[in-house]
C-alpha cells in the first residue's frame, strides 16, 4: 500500500513491506493473536501490516453467537 506525502512541494511515496504468514505469526506485536493469524492468513501470500491489522479487526467485529432454534 503506497501512500504519498507532500510538503514544501515534495512527493515522497512510502510504501509497507509484505512479510508473509509465518513471520507475523513469531512476530511479538501478534503474540497473542497467533493462532488467529495461522487461521486467518495464507501461505505463500504476504502481507502488510496494515492489511493484518484489518483482518483482526474484520474478525473481531463478526458475531458468533449461537442462535438456537432457528
Do not use: H
Not at 510538503?7 to 513469531?26: A, H, M, R, T, W
Not at 492489511?51 to 483482526?56: G, M, N, R, S, Y
Amino acid at each position: 500500500m503506497a501512500t504519498k506525502k507532500a510538503s514544501n512541494n515534495v512527493v515522497e511515496v512510502v510504501s509497507e513491506v509484505g512479510y508473509e504468514k509465518s513471520q507475523f505469526v513469531v512476530s511479538s506485536r501478534y503474540s497473542r493473536r497467533k493462532d488467529l493469524l495461522s487461521a486467518l492468513l495464507e501461505d505463500g501470500k504476504k502481507y502488510t501490516p496494515s492489511q493484518v491489522d484489518a483482518l483482526i479487526k474484520e474478525f473481531d467485529k463478526k458475531d458468533f453467537t449461537e442462535r438456537k432454534g432457528e
